[in-house]
């Protein structure tokens, strides 16, 4: 069972939450020590066996953990914060519980991904999680590179220490101007939103930043492809030969051209009256 823990409030853990840590026969933990600082900010008493479960011992544990779920034990994954397997250990249990046959649920909690999201002020009806950017200059510049042209919405996790430098590279790669948040410390005493253009959050950046760090960056605008009037009027009219209706196929060339609605339209008109 995944368990997201709090991001920063202890207060966002709900009933269920509290109730699967005090019941769990084993409690696989990211950190102890934060373990035992969310049990007694929850006021919660729990009796299974504690194990560690992170990075570094990840695969070692994996055969005494599907031992335990293979005589029927419920054992609870719990990382620092957030959902577990999400840039988190996880996902090498998950695959092998799922691989034997064992159910997989989780306690839904709180996630930074989405919380970034919701609090960016960017387009959120289409986004891609992208994890952390890779730590060499070269190989961070290759990849957003590669994401120059994506239209959705992008969340990275990044260090602050190297933030700086990250958000240098993507004004580099995106544009100066593309919008982006810089979502620091969320939910947590200190928490800060910071909005604008890239290179205007680089510099911010380069004077130095602390703690957890969500950056979220606008996709790319579609440049519009150009047509001139006749063409236009017959892709609309090509749209209506395939069963759409005239207000159906002016909205698909619209779309598909990203040309204002009234140029189409003008267009559609042009030819008719020819």
Do not use: N
């Amino acid at each position: 069972m995944l368990g997201g823990a709090p991001l920063g409030q202890p207060g966002d853990v709900g009933p269920r939450l509290r109730e699967v840590m005090g019941t769990a026969d084993v409690l696989a933990v990211e950190d102890t020590r934060r373990l035992h600082r969310l049990a007694s900010d929850l006021g919660v008493t729990f009796t299974g066996r504690v194990v560690t479960f992170h990075e570094s011992v990840e695969k070692a544990r994996l055969p005494g953990l599907m031992a335990s779920l293979a005589e029927g034990a419920t054992v609870l994954l719990l990382t620092d914060a957030g959902m577990p397997s999400v840039s988190d250990p996880g996902y090498t249990l998950v695959r092998a519980a799922i691989e034997a046959g064992v159910a997989v649920t989780s306690v839904p909690g709180p996630s930074a991904v989405t919380t970034a999201l919701a609090v960016s002020g960017l387009p959120v009806d289409r986004f891609c999680f992208e994890g952390f950017l890779p730590r060499k200059g070269g190989e961070r510049r290759s990849a957003l590179a590669a994401l120059a042209d994506e239209r959705r919405t992008m969340v990275f996790f990044e260090s602050p220490h190297r933030l700086a430098d990250a958000l240098t590279d993507a004004a580099a790669a995106f544009g100066a101007t593309r919008e982006a948040a810089v979502c620091r410390e969320l939910t947590k005493t200190y928490e800060e939103i910071r909005r604008g253009p890239l290179a205007e959050l680089a510099e911010w950046a380069a004077g130095g930043v602390k703690g957890e760090i969500t950056l979220v960056v606008a996709g790319a605008v579609a440049a519009p492809v150009l047509l001139d009037a006749a063409q236009l009027a017959a892709a609309v009219a090509d749209e209506e030969a395939a069963g759409a209706t005239r207000k159906d196929a002016i909205r698909a060339v619209v779309v598909r051209t990203g040309l204002p609605r009234r140029t189409v339209y003008d267009a559609v008109v042009a030819a008719k009256g020819s």
